[in-house]
Every structure is written in structure tokens, then in C-alpha cells.
């Protein structure tokens, strides 16, 4: 899927520019224009839509501040129809570290772990991990 190399073409536009000394608020403004004609600008439900269940999903982010919001939301709305509907769905969950409630909280919420690591501070994560609905593996940051 080439969605996957977005960040690559960026960084690589980036050294393009930069390595020819031209403002770096100009290269942005290229660089958002091309990245804005190549790739399509989906809404969070159509993003959410990507995700399949059974894989394993790393989040940006070092606490709440930096994490995703609405296409987590939309994914826990969607596994929340998934379960109804009687099919599975579960993601697994690598982050940098503590997301916040738009991550942990919904998806916990959503029955929609398959794992989670290395680290979460999400009182609804806590109670699914102890009650064994999503397995957890903790590493010292």
C-alpha cells in the first residue's frame, strides 16, 4: 500500500530542499502542496475504514498532546458495529508511551486491543488489561 511510504517521500522532499538552501517555510509549502496532490485527504471515518482488524497499528505521540483523536475515535465506533454485527475486531497497539483517553479510553472501551505496549496511564485501559480483555507487556521507558 503506498499510503505507507508518505512519511519517506517527505523527508525525502525535505533533504531536497534543504540541501539546496531554500527556505524551509517555502519547502513546506511544496511539500504540503505535492503530498496534497498525491495523496488523497480522507476523513477520519475513511482512514478508520484502512485499518483491518487484526493489525497491529503504531501511534505517534509522547502523552496526549501528540496522539491522533478523531481517527481513533472513528476506529472505536467502528469496532463498536463490527462486535454488533457478530465479526471480530482488534487491533494491536504500539505507542512511545502514554497516549491519553482518545486512544487508550476508546478503544478499551470499544473491546478493540488485541495487545498494548509499552506503556498506558488510561484508568478504562487498566480495568480491561485486569480483567484479561486486552493483553499488555510494560517496558521501563
Known amino acids: 500500500m503506498s499510503k505507507k511510504f508518505l ?9 531536497i ?11 513546506e509549502k511544496i511539500i504540503f502542496k505535492i503530498i496534497m496532490n498525491k495523496y488523497p485527504v480522507l476523513t477520519a471515518e475513511e482512514a478508520a475504514l484502512l485499518i483491518k482488524n487484526d493489525y497491529n497499528v503504531g501511534f505517534s505521540g509522547f502523552t496526549a498532546a501528540g496522539c ?6 472513528a476506529l472505536a465506533k467502528r469496532a ?4 454488533a454485527a457478530g465479526r471480530p475486531f482488534k487491533i494491536g497497539m504500539f505507542t512511545g508511551a502514554s497516549t491519553g483517553d482518545s486512544i487508550d479510553g476508546q478503544l478499551a ?3 478493540a486491543i488485541k495487545f498494548r505496549t509499552p506503556y498506558q496511564s488510561n484508568g478504562d485501559l487498566r480495568n480491561a488489561i485486569n480483567a484479561q480483555d486486552a493483553p499488555y507487556f510494560d517496558m521501563h521507558l
Do not use: G, M, Q, Y
Open 7 to 15: 512519511f519517506c517521500d517527505k523527508l525525502f522532499i525535505i533533504n
Open 80 to 83: 463498536e458495529a463490527e462486535h
Open 68 to 73: 491522533p483523536k478523531a481517527v481513533t475515535v
Open 109 to 111: 472501551r470499544a473491546h
Open 17 to 27: 530542499w534543504t540541501n539546496k538552501k531554500k527556505n524551509s517555510i517555502f519547502a
